[in-house]
């Protein structure tokens, strides 16, 4: 199966375009089920159904008060008995069509969930040992995404996230620290993120991480010969070095000595003893698990400008 690229780059949007596309698709989807259950679509109608948690969380938000009044007009015009959960439910679908961005004069609530992203971008500076230069910017952005996102984990409404499978294979240690930041704010919250919605999460720091430190993704070359199982554990410790994406491509030996690494390449990595004229870029062999000191020098150059 062909393999997706992912493209680190920060969006000129509040979300960027990843995380605006995924969120319209799961608005697209809720409001299909909006028209499906609206009041005189069929004679066996289906009333959505609510937890006491599900409902104070609703009749909290501002958009209750339209969601009232719509209901009530509804109600009127199809000559329905009132039904408190289908408010809820417009309520709901209201919060999910909302635009989000913070402002300083915005509720309460909006002022919480700032609070709460600030401090998970805090705690993902602190687990990576990386910081953001322009942290304010970056909440905003988080903000956008994490509100809806929010509300999708709480009444378990589910997201396409195509790029999931790479985000875990390709950048394990970006996607853990990821859901390790996230922790504190599941736990305030009570819900627990997706893989999906975390991965998103993931995305945008890692496109954050690349701009700050003004960095290309990095090209490194993995030699291969007769031990596939040990080339892909090979490839997995070093994608554990570091959080900033690697395009790791793999060379049969024989052609690497042959006519050495090509054009781009900043790192050759070897589980097989080899050696080459001019080892440039360098050449390292390694052997598992990885020493502390190799580690450190590996990851020290994965992470150079």
Not at 9 to 27: E, H, K, V
Request: proline share 7%; net charge neutral.
């Amino acid at each position: 199966m062909p393999s997706r690229r992912l493209r680190w780059r920060r969006r000129s949007t509040p979300a960027g375009r990843c995380l605006t596309a995924t969120s319209t698709r799961a608005t697209a989807n809720f409001c299909s089920i909006t028209c499906s259950t609206a009041p005189g679509k069929n004679r066996l109608q289906q009333h959505p159904r609510f937890d006491a948690v599900q409902r104070d969380w609703l009749r909290q938000k501002p958009e209750q008060q339209a969601a009232a009044w719509l209901h009530q007009a509804c109600n009127r015009l199809f000559n329905q008995p009132p039904q408190a959960d289908e408010r809820d439910f417009l309520a709901l679908t209201f919060t999910l069509l909302k635009n989000h961005s913070y402002h300083s004069n915005d509720s309460a609530q909006e002022q919480r969930l700032m609070t709460a992203i600030d401090s998970m971008v805090e705690r993902f500076q602190q687990l990576s040992d990386m910081a953001f230069s322009n942290k304010a910017e970056l909440v905003s952005q988080l903000f956008a995404h994490l509100a809806p996102a929010l509300e999708r984990c709480r009444f378990a409404i589910g997201i396409d996230n195509m790029l999931l499978e790479d985000v875990v294979r390709k950048y394990p240690r970006l996607m853990r620290t990821t859901q390790e930041a996230l922790k504190p704010l599941e736990q305030e919250y009570g819900v627990h993120f997706s893989n999906e919605e975390a991965g998103l999460v993931a995305i945008s720091f890692g496109a954050w991480l690349m701009q700050d430190n003004a960095l290309q993704e990095k090209q490194v070359l993995l030699l291969t010969l007769d031990n596939p199982q040990l080339e892909e554990e090979v490839e997995y410790q070093i994608r554990e070095l570091t959080l900033l994406p690697l395009n790791i491509k793999y060379l049969p030996l024989s052609d690497y000595l042959r006519g050495g690494a090509p054009q781009g390449v900043m790192l050759v990595i070897t589980p097989y003893a080899a050696v080459h004229n001019e080892p440039h870029p360098p050449l390292i062999y390694t052997e598992l698990p990885l020493e502390n000191r190799q580690r450190q020098a590996i990851r020290a150059l994965l992470e150079a400008p």
